[in-house]
């Protein structure tokens, strides 16, 4: 009776044959497999529930990209200054399929890839820190599993991309500060300067990279120095070293910055056009600012507040507390060198850039509750996930006595999440300022333009969104980007657009600032109002002088 | 040393007993007869004050007189708006299991002409079992026995467990359900019988709350992997598995069968539950909005552009919520432990003593920490970790029950520590003193939100039961029977603190004295 309630059976135990999997870890291997499969189930849920292209960004981000191969004056000036270029050079290969334009595919693809290179970064962090499988499979799991980040991977949204080159450059910034090979740090370098080409969180980490390298570098070859050398030699020294192995990270590191500078200085003749230009942050933070919308500049408990919570609203307050209950741990840790510690500081970069960003009013979040009811930039919290997800998998493996209860709520917390479909990202992008709903006005055009000959004039750096949503292809319209094209409609815009979208009377929308004293505006009725733009039409008497086809060829319109 | 055990142990049990029969609530009517035994009165104080007492109470009324699991019109009056109207049926929003536990104790009290008194008697009965399973765990943990007996008084009068003593609600209950758990598996022998039990009560605690299946899920977890042995030996991994963990599932049977046709009787589901279907206030069966329970993503509703972005699973927890459902529950003055029972968060050293002498044997202990943070972090998601109106942070009555254990850990391994002591006395002091008010006054503390809505400003926090104090408002039948004999109710509160707080001190310096030391 016994042995039938206590069945006992073995299995032998079998050198395995040597094959490829014995030969590498194939926990990753598994992992990307699975974290595909994931990333891949997301996109399709998000698509199919229209989520995908809610964010107002992300519709701007895939134009762009689409400008680059399509319009009326296709190439690379298109990427423009707004944003730094490497998402928009990343969507190029495949946003001229207008499936993938359409479909927001060109722009979650790099995010998709990101989305498990981060997580098999964050496994490979763990591993370097010496944490074993359980903390490190536990990492991951926090990262990947979290509902913000599977959002975000599956837009066109450029903070997945950022927190792949990120936390690689980081990464090998800890493998450099581990064995000292100039390879990692070159590594580290190369990455680094991709995160600087995405978004400005990246030029932040680079300094700050290029900070910890020169003390690591200077100190190291301080204490190395023996004692019975003079001080001001072993100072020396010290400062020599670090002034080569700063000089040559910055050289790859900062490449890229001084790219995005030349490229400003020979298309907008001015190096500093993304930041001072009429389209750039700081500008829109300006008009913000007039309006009372600012509170954080200048105010740094609030600047710490603020983007505290967004981190705890992406990330979950409760793996927040933990992760950083783990990133103590790790700094007290007196097996772990000091070097290496120095290094992981590095992963607290976007909490500080993002601080000093709202403090100095150079940047806007918006948390419900805390600042109005409403949100808007809240996914900026999601960059320290994968710091929180460190952490977490440091604590689970320094912890190893309570490591299963803490599994559990881990896991209980996630589930709890995705269930309950609860996602601030995913807010801010369906009702939060983030959104822009702009469909009475791409459903207009969609219906009437598509049929019928003629351009649209509109300007992109306001009305973006409209372009994408009315499905129309980028050649119908003339924007400010379109050179001979938008010089020749904002002096006669009846010679050249049929339609005009434009914020009647908003000196910010350039159409209007372009074309309020234009003559032919009188030939317009206005035939829609809306909270976004109005939609003007050129009278049919006057249709029999318009310019309906391309005109200038590609040497004119340079 | 037999006859030692059990002197001590009578002494503590009569003292918590008694304790508890001063604060049991009740008055007798002009009449001179007790009240609330057949009028639904629901006077602020009384054992009534409560929607969520009266709809479980109402039904146990029902079973016991009509045999039926609905409510009549009167019941439905007194219920609401813990209520549901389905299927032209009104009933109770809870699920059934306190009021099945109180129909004989119902029963019995209209036997002797008082069935509210011996219902709500359950409670108080449930309260002082917590207290000896309490002590019981602590010794099995190697606490000390007079550590035991302090964690149990500590859990009972130093929390908010003593103002729900007085209740019919779920969370002795849920207490008994998870020390007995508790004692489960801490009996080694993964036995037929040991499983069975174990099935049986977490059936048990699926009938009396919903969240108790994810309160005691650790303990079944735990028990099912217990019935799985792997072992590596030399050239082969030998797997024993113990088929009698099916017994877990057996035992689960008999309440699963009681909660499906409970659900079937009112429901014509058996699986559909009245929580599921929400709340109405009577005579209405127009869905009640519940504010607290609103999502906060109010904004939503403003904008026509929402898509429509559900879960299929719908589960009353949002992580959203996490950030301040812990300052709710673990900080702010609303009830956060840090205000009314600080005492709890030294249990947190118990852990950590616990922790560092088992060694490896940390199984029970790592269950232990599993309810503490699953109960912690499942009603920080919670739209309402507020309670609705209440005393303290009642949710996590079940975590401060193993954090009470826990301090009975801490007592016994740091009981030469003279700092460590002092502390424990005084924050043991504030918590008693803090519970005590509001055992002897009120449980029905409006949330923040709620009373700064009123028209009538009321405090929030404690502050409320202190003027409820002032003005002799008490639902003590103790009180109320020798109140009109000039006896303050300040004075009574006053006595009962002096004797809760002698009995802490007297024992915690019998604990330093006593020899036993930490197994």
């Given at each position: 009776?016994?042995?039938?309630?206590?069945?006992?059976?073995?299995?032998?135990?079998?050198?395995?044959?040597?094959?490829?999997?014995?030969?590498?870890?194939?926990?990753?291997?598994?992992?990307?497999?699975?974290?595909?499969?994931?990333?891949?189930?997301?996109?399709?849920?998000?698509?199919?529930?229209?989520?995908?292209?809610?964010?107002?960004?992300?519709?701007?981000?895939?134009?762009?990209?689409?400008?680059?191969?399509?319009?009326?004056?296709?190439?690379?000036?298109?990427?423009?200054?707004?944003?730094?270029?490497?998402?928009?050079?990343?969507?190029?290969?495949?946003?001229?399929?207008?499936?993938?334009?359409?479909?927001?595919?060109?722009?979650?693809?790099?995010?998709?890839?990101?989305?498990?290179?981060?997580?098999?970064?964050?496994?490979?962090?763990?591993?370097?820190?010496?944490?074993?499988?359980?903390?490190?499979?536990?990492?991951?799991?926090?990262?990947?599993?979290?509902?913000?980040?599977?959002?975000?991977?599956?837009?066109?949204?450029?903070?997945?991309?950022?927190?792949?080159?990120?936390?690689?450059?980081?990464?090998?910034?800890?493998?450099?500060?581990?064995?000292?090979?100039?390879?990692?740090?070159?590594?580290?370098?190369?990455?680094?300067?991709?995160?600087?080409?995405?978004?400005?969180?990246?030029?932040?980490?680079?300094?700050?990279?290029?900070?910890?390298?020169?003390?690591?570098?200077?100190?190291?070859?301080?204490?190395?120095?023996?004692?019975?050398?003079?001080?001001?030699?072993?100072?020396?020294?010290?400062?020599?070293?670090?002034?080569?192995?700063?000089?040559?990270?910055?050289?790859?590191?900062?490449?890229?910055?001084?790219?995005?500078?030349?490229?400003?200085?020979?298309?907008?003749?001015?190096?500093?056009?993304?930041?001072?230009?009429?389209?750039?942050?700081?500008?829109?933070?300006?008009?913000?600012?007039?309006?009372?919308?600012?509170?954080?500049?200048?105010?740094?408990?609030?600047?710490?507040?603020?983007?505290?919570?967004a981190t705890v609203y992406n990330s979950g307050t409760f793996l927040t507390a933990i992760g950083l209950v783990g990133g103590i741990l790790l700094w007290t840790d007196k097996r772990l060198s000091w070097q290496l510690k120095l290094a992981t500081l590095s992963m607290l970069t976007p909490f500080v850039f993002n601080v000093i960003s709202l403090f100095l009013g150079q940047s806007v979040i918006f948390v419900q509750g805390l600042s109005g009811n409403t949100w808007f930039?809240?996914?900026?919290?999601?960059?320290?996930?994968?710091?929180?997800?460190?952490?977490?998998?440091?604590?689970?493996?320094?912890?190893?006595?309570?490591?299963?209860?803490?599994?559990?709520?881990?896991?209980?917390?996630?589930?709890?999440?995705?269930?309950?479909?609860?996602?601030?990202?995913?807010?801010?992008?369906?009702?939060?300022?983030?959104?822009?709903?702009?469909?009475?006005?791409?459903?207009?055009?969609?219906?009437?333009?598509?049929?019928?000959?003629?351009?649209?004039?509109?300007?992109?750096?306001?009305?973006?969104?409209?372009?994408?949503?009315?499905?129309?292809?980028?050649?119908?319209?003339?924007?400010?980007?379109?050179?001979?094209?938008?010089?020749?409609?904002?002096?006669?815009?009846?010679?050249?657009?049929?339609?005009?979208?434009?914020?009647?009377?908003?000196?910010?929308?350039?159409?209007?600032?372009?074309?309020?004293?234009?003559?032919?505006?009188?030939?317009?009725?206005?035939?829609?109002?809306?909270?976004?733009?109005?939609?003007?039409?050129?009278?049919?008497?006057?249709?029999?002088?318009?310019?309906?086809?391309?005109?200038?060829?590609?040497?004119?319109?340079? | 040393?037999?006859?030692?055990?059990?002197?001590?142990?009578?002494?503590?049990?009569?003292?918590?007993?008694?304790?508890?029969?001063?604060?049991?609530?009740?008055?007798?009517?002009?009449?001179?007869?007790?009240?609330?035994?057949?009028?639904?009165?629901?006077?602020?104080?009384?054992?009534?004050?409560?929607?969520?007492?009266?709809?479980?109470?109402?039904?146990?009324?029902?079973?016991?007189?009509?045999?039926?699991?609905?409510?009549?019109?009167?019941?439905?009056?007194?219920?609401?708006?813990?209520?549901?109207?389905?299927?032209?049926?009104?009933?109770?929003?809870?699920?059934?299991?306190?009021?099945?536990?109180?129909?004989?104790?119902?029963?019995?009290?209209?036997?002797?002409?008082?069935?509210?008194?011996?219902?709500?008697?359950?409670?108080?009965?449930?309260?002082?079992?917590?207290?000896?399973?309490?002590?019981?765990?602590?010794?099995?943990?190697?606490?000390?026995?007079?550590?035991?007996?302090?964690?149990?008084?500590?859990?009972?009068?130093?929390?908010?467990?003593?103002?729900?003593?007085?209740?019919?609600?779920?969370?002795?209950?849920?207490?008994?359900?998870?020390?007995?758990?508790?004692?489960?598996?801490?009996?080694?022998?993964?036995?037929?019988?040991?499983?069975?039990?174990?099935?049986?009560?977490?059936?048990?605690?699926?009938?009396?709350?919903?969240?108790?299946?994810?309160?005691?899920?650790?303990?079944?977890?735990?028990?099912?992997?217990?019935?799985?042995?792997?072992?590596?030996?030399?050239?082969?991994?030998?797997?024993?598995?113990?088929?009698?963990?099916?017994?877990?599932?057996?035992?689960?049977?008999?309440?699963?069968?009681?909660?499906?046709?409970?659900?079937?009787?009112?429901?014509?589901?058996?699986?559909?539950?009245?929580?599921?279907?929400?709340?109405?206030?009577?005579?209405?069966?127009?869905?009640?909005?519940?504010?607290?329970?609103?999502?906060?993503?109010?904004?939503?509703?403003?904008?026509?552009?929402?898509?429509?972005?559900?879960?299929?699973?719908?589960?009353?927890?949002?992580?959203?919520?996490?950030?301040?459902?812990?300052?709710?529950?673990?900080?702010?003055?609303?009830?956060?432990?840090?205000?009314?029972?600080?005492?709890?968060?030294?249990?947190?050293?118990?852990?950590?003593?616990?922790?560092?002498?088992?060694?490896?044997?940390?199984?029970?202990?790592?269950?232990?920490?599993?309810?503490?943070?699953?109960?912690?972090?499942?009603?920080?998601?919670?739209?309402?970790?507020?309670?609705?109106?209440?005393?303290?942070?009642?949710?996590?009555i079940p975590a401060a029950a193993v954090m009470s254990v826990m301090i009975g850990i801490a007592l016994t391994a740091l009981k030469k520590n003279w700092l460590f002591i002092f502390v424990f006395i005084v924050i043991s002091a504030y918590s008693m003193g803090i519970n005590l008010l509001g055992a002897s006054t009120t449980s029905l503390i409006p949330p923040k939100q709620e009373a700064e809505s009123l028209n009538t400003h009321i405090p929030y926090t404690y502050e409320?039961?202190?003027?409820?104090?002032?003005?002799?408002?008490?639902?003590?039948?103790?009180?109320?029977?020798?109140?009109?004999?000039?006896?303050?109710?300040?004075?009574?509160?006053?006595?009962?603190?002096?004797?809760?707080?002698?009995?802490?001190?007297?024992?915690?310096?019998?604990?330093?004295?006593?020899?036993?030391?930490?197994?």
């Amino acid at each position: 009776m016994k042995n039938i309630l206590n069945p006992s059976f073995s299995i032998p135990k079998k050198t395995p044959p040597k094959t490829f999997f014995n030969r590498v870890d194939v926990i990753p291997v598994f992992l990307v497999i699975i974290l595909s499969i994931i990333s891949i189930f997301c996109f399709y849920s998000f698509y199919v529930n229209k989520l995908g292209l809610s964010y107002n960004d992300a519709r701007s981000h895939l134009d762009i990209g689409r400008r680059v191969v399509e319009g009326l004056k296709p190439g690379l000036a298109q990427i423009g200054s707004v944003w730094l270029p490497l998402p928009h050079l990343l969507m190029v290969p495949t946003v001229w399929n207008d499936f993938m334009w359409h479909t927001g595919l060109a722009g979650a693809l790099p995010n998709m890839v990101s989305y498990i290179a981060t997580s098999i970064i964050i496994y490979a962090y763990l591993s370097k820190l010496g944490v074993r499988l359980l903390g490190r499979l536990v990492g991951v799991l926090v990262f990947a599993i979290n509902l913000n980040v599977l959002y975000l991977q599956s837009t066109a949204m450029t903070e997945p991309l950022l927190m792949a080159t990120m936390t690689a450059g980081c990464f090998y910034l800890l493998v450099w500060s581990k064995n000292g090979q100039m390879v990692d740090l070159i590594k580290s370098a190369a990455w680094i300067m991709l995160s600087t080409l995405t978004r400005y969180d990246g030029w932040f980490l680079a300094i700050v990279a290029t900070g910890i390298i020169t003390i690591k570098t200077a100190v190291t070859e301080f204490l190395n120095r023996t004692r019975e050398q003079s001080l001001s030699k072993r100072l020396r020294a010290g400062y020599s070293h670090a002034e080569g192995v700063g000089i040559l990270f910055m050289t790859l590191a900062f490449f890229g910055i001084a790219l995005w500078f030349l490229w400003n200085l020979l298309i907008f003749k001015d190096p500093f056009y993304f930041a001072s230009g009429p389209f750039s942050a700081k500008s829109q933070q300006d008009q913000l600012y007039a309006a009372g919308n600012l509170p954080t500049k200048h105010n740094l408990m609030l600047s710490i507040k603020m983007y505290t919570y967004a981190t705890v609203y992406n990330s979950g307050t409760f793996l927040t507390a933990i992760g950083l209950v783990g990133g103590i741990l790790l700094w007290t840790d007196k097996r772990l060198s000091w070097q290496l510690k120095l290094a992981t500081l590095s992963m607290l970069t976007p909490f500080v850039f993002n601080v000093i960003s709202l403090f100095l009013g150079q940047s806007v979040i918006f948390v419900q509750g805390l600042s109005g009811n409403t949100w808007f930039n809240i996914r900026y919290g999601i960059l320290m996930l994968p710091s929180i997800a460190i952490g977490i998998g440091y604590l689970i493996d320094k912890l190893q006595k309570i490591s299963w209860p803490l599994i559990a709520v881990i896991v209980l917390s996630l589930a709890i999440s995705l269930t309950s479909a609860d996602a601030v990202t995913i807010d801010d992008a369906r009702v939060g300022s983030s959104q822009k709903n702009v469909s009475e006005v791409s459903g207009y055009l969609a219906d009437h333009a598509k049929n019928q000959k003629g351009f649209i004039l509109i300007s992109v750096a306001s009305h973006d969104a409209i372009l994408f949503s009315s499905g129309l292809p980028m050649a119908r319209y003339i924007h400010e980007g379109t050179g001979a094209y938008w010089e020749s409609a904002i002096v006669a815009p009846d010679r050249w657009a049929r339609w005009i979208i434009m914020r009647t009377n908003d000196e910010n929308d350039l159409t209007w600032r372009s074309i309020k004293n234009a003559p032919g505006l009188v030939k317009y009725e206005k035939v829609g109002e809306f909270p976004f733009a109005d939609i003007y039409k050129l009278k049919d008497e006057f249709l029999f002088d318009l310019n309906t086809e391309p005109v200038y060829s590609r040497r004119e319109n340079k | 040393m037999k006859l030692d055990k059990l002197l001590t142990s009578t002494i503590y049990i009569l003292v918590v007993v008694f304790v508890c029969l001063t604060l049991v609530k009740g008055k007798y009517n002009i009449e001179g007869k007790l009240d609330y035994q057949s009028k639904y009165n629901t006077t602020i104080t009384g054992p009534f004050e409560a929607s969520n007492s009266t709809s479980r109470y109402v039904l146990t009324e029902s079973i016991a007189k009509f045999g039926a699991f609905n409510f009549n019109e009167d019941q439905a009056k007194f219920a609401s708006p813990d209520l549901t109207f389905y299927n032209g049926k009104y009933f109770s929003i809870f699920t059934p299991g306190v009021s099945f536990a109180g129909v004989p104790f119902y029963l019995l009290g209209t036997y002797f002409g008082m069935p509210q008194f011996f219902t709500y008697m359950s409670t108080v009965l449930f309260a002082v079992i917590n207290v000896i399973l309490i002590a019981i765990i602590v010794r099995k943990l190697g606490g000390n026995e007079i550590a035991g007996w302090l964690s149990g008084f500590i859990f009972l009068f130093a929390t908010n467990a003593i103002v729900y003593a007085f209740s019919y609600t779920q969370h002795h209950l849920t207490v008994v359900l998870v020390l007995l758990s508790t004692l489960n598996i801490l009996n080694n022998q993964r036995s037929f019988t040991t499983n069975l039990s174990l099935g049986l009560i977490y059936g048990i605690g699926a009938l009396v709350d919903i969240p108790n299946i994810f309160l005691l899920a650790p303990f079944i977890i735990y028990a099912l992997f217990e019935n799985i042995k792997i072992r590596s030996e030399e050239n082969k991994y030998v797997f024993n598995v113990r088929l009698n963990g099916g017994a877990i599932v057996i035992g689960m049977l008999p309440m699963v069968l009681a909660f499906g046709i409970y659900n079937h009787e009112l429901t014509g589901s058996y699986v559909k539950l009245g929580q599921s279907i929400g709340r109405v206030v009577y005579p209405s069966d127009m869905p009640v909005v519940d504010t607290l329970n609103a999502p906060t993503q109010s904004i939503a509703s403003q904008s026509a552009t929402i898509l429509d972005f559900k879960s299929p699973i719908n589960l009353p927890f949002s992580t959203r919520k996490q950030l301040e459902g812990l300052n709710v529950l673990l900080i702010n003055n609303e009830r956060g432990w840090l205000q009314y029972s600080p005492v709890l968060f030294l249990g947190i050293l118990g852990f950590i003593s616990i922790l560092k002498n088992k060694g490896e044997d940390t199984k029970a202990v790592n269950i232990l920490i599993a309810v503490v943070l699953i109960n912690i972090l499942l009603y920080s998601m919670f739209g309402d970790p507020w309670g609705g109106w209440a005393f303290g942070a009642r949710y996590l009555i079940p975590a401060a029950a193993v954090m009470s254990v826990m301090i009975g850990i801490a007592l016994t391994a740091l009981k030469k520590n003279w700092l460590f002591i002092f502390v424990f006395i005084v924050i043991s002091a504030y918590s008693m003193g803090i519970n005590l008010l509001g055992a002897s006054t009120t449980s029905l503390i409006p949330p923040k939100q709620e009373a700064e809505s009123l028209n009538t400003h009321i405090p929030y926090t404690y502050e409320l039961n202190i003027k409820y104090l002032q003005a002799d408002a008490s639902g003590s039948l103790f009180f109320n029977v020798l109140g009109g004999n000039g006896l303050k109710l300040v004075d009574l509160v006053t006595l009962l603190f002096i004797f809760e707080f002698s009995v802490v001190a007297i024992s915690t310096l019998a604990l330093v004295r006593n020899s036993q030391h930490y197994k």
